[in-house]
């Protein structure tokens, strides 16, 4: 099925896209500011991506591109098949020397990712998932939690998504918890090491489908904020937020939600 040749066409990809990280991780990269508040990016973020374009544009030349690192062209738009690639999910987490940044890698089929990969080199863990086969990290399956009424369910979320206007009946008593990386936080609810994840900001595409599809192959509920299921290769490239969490808790946060 061309789902599973893409995933290993994806993994092989995650792998050479690691090889380049580790020559770059703690090595005081050369960094830069991105205009409008972006954020910053490196030579590794750089040097990845154009491998990438390279070598998955060369063996799909059919298919289009979403890259977070190259300047967006609408011609993917046209094409039914697309790449949506993040070379360094958590650059601000690579730049301090933390292990958790991630190669984030999908590919998308009218607008519903197919194949999935996020890769963290540094904690050795791959997740990946198709849309015709469940999720899983290092060749084992996972699945979301699924905490009881009486437990405070442990939400990856930045402080910003906790204020209280952003809730019908103030904040919700939450146990709040943070990594850099929005794939790799999608990835650890998908195996159930915390019960959600929540951005309500706009969301761009590159960062989070990879791991929206493994999230959902896992057993895990996800949306944007207002509870629709998310398409992407759109021409915003943005999702209106995302959240994730088991079937009951993703009624409920979403039932909380102003």
């Not at 374009?53 to 298919?63: E, G, I, K, M, N």
């Not at 009486?150 to 918890?177: I, M, S």
């Not at 990386?181 to 159930?192: D, P």
């Amino acid at each position: 099925m061309p789902e599973n040749d893409d995933l290993m066409l994806l993994i092989g990809a995650a792998h050479a896209s690691a090889d380049i990280a580790r020559k770059f991780w703690k090595q005081s990269p050369e960094t830069w500011d991105k205009d409008a508040g972006a954020g910053p990016v490196t030579e590794a973020d750089l040097a990845i991506d154009k491998m990438l374009h390279a070598d998955l544009r060369a063996a799909r030349p059919d298919y289009g591109w979403l890259s977070e690192e190259t300047e967006d062209d609408t011609a993917r738009l046209k094409h039914d098949h697309v790449f949506i690639i993040d070379p360094i999910d958590g650059t601000r987490a690579f730049i301090e020397g933390s292990k958790t940044f991630a190669h984030s890698l999908a590919v998308a089929y009218k607008g519903q990712v197919t194949a999935a990969v996020v890769f963290l080199p540094m904690l050795d863990k791959l997740y990946v998932a198709t849309s015709n086969m469940p999720a899983s990290l290092n060749g084992r399956p996972i699945a979301p939690s699924q905490p009881k009424p009486e437990q405070t369910p442990t939400v990856l979320a930045t402080k910003c998504n906790f204020n209280p206007d952003r809730w019908k009946n103030g904040t919700p008593p939450y146990e709040r918890h943070i990594r850099a990386s929005l794939a790799y936080r999608l990835c650890l609810v998908a195996e159930g090491r915390f019960d959600a994840m929540l951005t309500l900001r706009p969301t761009w595409e590159w960062d989070v489908a990879a791991g929206a599809l493994i999230a959902q192959k896992a057993g895990a509920i996800v949306t944007d904020k207002t509870g629709t299921k998310p398409v992407f290769n759109t021409p915003q490239a943005q999702l209106n937020g995302i959240f994730a969490a088991g079937p009951v808790l993703h009624k409920a946060i979403r039932s909380e939600l102003a």
